[in-house]
């Protein structure tokens, strides 16, 4: 299953509310996580099973979707949210996006 | 806790075979399975291989022929070795465990940069 995720780059003011967008190639039957990468570090759950939050992750990450369009959304964007996101599905094989690279505008 | 560390030699010539380690603590390699993950730099990641529970073996299809996952349970390791290396195969590489028996990683460890280069 390859994974597409959209926009490639996003800038986004603090305080904003943002979407990034993974769509597979074949329905993931909500076997989709959501992982977040800073500059130098293994990346970090998010959200697993498409809505799932992690222990210990802040609540303004959500996640959503279902077949082959998934969205996670960071309800009031933070400073400390500037990463790469990528999402990964494990329904059939294991597959990473492309990652999404979020900036603060 | 659970942590898993990796360790390599770093620069590798090509068409050389890369051998890593993956020392992990906090629970047993008989009761979760461990993955081999890289990243080339700048780029996404990508799922190499994986060493089961009870020891089988699963491979990235598009690298199995060049690839073999083992693992010393007396050590608490897991072994990658990755034949016929390219300057392609330049990497970050990382191992990590599922939260449970399958499905999303939970446990990264911080990764070893290989380099393939003469």
């Known amino acids: 299953i390859q994974l597409t995720q959209s926009p490639s780059l996003l800038s986004a003011s603090v305080g904003d509310r943002v979407t990034l967008s993974c769509k597979g190639s074949?329905?993931?039957?909500?076997?989709l996580a959501w992982y977040q990468q800073k500059l130098g570090e293994a990346p970090k759950l998010l959200i697993y099973?498409?809505?799932s939050l992690q222990t210990g992750i802040p609540s303004r990450f959500s996640g959503s979707g279902s077949g082959t369009d998934y969205t996670l959304t960071i309800s009031s964007l933070q400073p400390e949210d500037v990463a790469t996101y990528f999402c990964?599905?494990?329904?059939?094989?294991?597959?990473f996006g492309s990652g999404t690279k979020l900036e603060i505008k | 806790q659970v942590q898993l560390k990796e360790s390599g030699p770093g620069l590798v010539q090509p068409s050389r075979t890369l051998s890593l380690t993956c020392t992990v603590s906090?629970?047993?390699?008989?009761?979760?399975?461990v993955s081999w993950v890289r990243q080339p730099p700048g780029k996404g990641l990508e799922w190499i291989a994986a060493?089961?529970?009870?020891?089988?073996?699963d491979y990235n299809s598009a690298l199995k022929s060049r690839l073999s996952i083992s693992r010393d349970t007396s050590k608490s390791q897991v072994l990658l070795k990755m034949n016929s290396l390219q300057t392609e195969d330049t990497a970050m590489y990382f191992c990590?465990?599922?939260?449970?028996?399958?499905?999303?990683?939970?446990?990264w460890g911080q990764g070893t940069l290989v380099t393939v280069s003469s």
């Open positions: 990590a465990r599922w939260d449970s028996g399958y499905g999303w990683f939970a446990y």
């Open positions: 906090g629970f047993s390699l008989t009761s979760y399975g």
């Open positions: 060493i089961w529970s009870g020891g089988s073996t």
């Open positions: 074949q329905n993931i039957n909500n076997y």
């Open positions: 099973n498409t809505n």
């Open positions: 990964y599905q494990y329904n059939n094989g294991f597959t």
